[in-house]
């Protein structure tokens, strides 16, 4: 199984950009899928990114396109989610996840991370 834990949240002036970060523990975790997800007060969650454990296939929201990126380092076991020129509407907590399989829905993967809180000010 794969533990992820996330860090990098807090608060951010409209404009800025902050780096999310996941750590993940487990044998499986070279050869997962990669996701990021995100869900405001009031809505459900959706999808923001996705990055196959290949490196061969990402996938972004259309309106994140070109602003944020996800990358990932093997060496520290470690997936990130660079954000650049936030919005309010980015207000949200963010939550990575791992699977087996590639997809860009919330029941393709099998392991999450705790969420972290990112908040972005107008």
């Known amino acids: 199984q794969v533990q992820l834990v996330e860090s990098g949240g807090g608060l951010v002036q409209a404009g800025g950009s902050l780096r999310l970060s996941c750590a993940a523990s487990?044998?499986?975790?070279?050869?997962?899928?990669m996701g990021w997800f995100r869900q405001a007060p009031g809505k459900e969650r959706e999808f923001v990114a996705a990055?196959?454990?290949?490196?061969?296939?990402?996938d972004y929201a259309d309106s994140l396109k070109g602003r944020f990126i996800i990358y990932r380092d093997n060496a520290k076991n470690t997936v990130y989610l660079r954000m650049n020129s936030l919005r309010p509407e980015g207000t949200a907590v963010y939550y990575c996840?791992?699977?087996?399989?590639?997809?860009?829905?919330?029941?393709?993967?099998?392991?999450w991370g705790q969420g972290s809180q990112v908040t972005v000010s107008s």
């Open positions: 996840a791992a699977g087996t399989a590639w997809g860009t829905n919330g029941y393709d993967y099998d392991y």
């Open positions: 990055r196959h454990w290949s490196g061969s296939i990402t």
């Open positions: 487990g044998r499986s975790f070279r050869q997962n899928t």
